[in-house]
């Protein structure tokens, strides 16, 4: 699996890999326009 990050705003997101899901936690704050990424604990 392949995980990147940048600091640039004008990136667009993609999670559209259903393995991205089974491996993080992600959180999405629709009103704060923000999310968050941890990874999953066994």
Do not use: H
């Not at 990136?11 to 559209?16: H, K, N």
């Amino acid at each position: 699996m392949v995980f990147a990050w940048t600091k640039n705003l004008d990136t667009s997101l993609i999670l559209g890999q259903t393995n991205f899901f089974m491996e993080f936690e992600v959180c999405f704050y629709r009103s704060r326009m923000e999310f968050e990424v941890k990874p999953k604990f066994l």
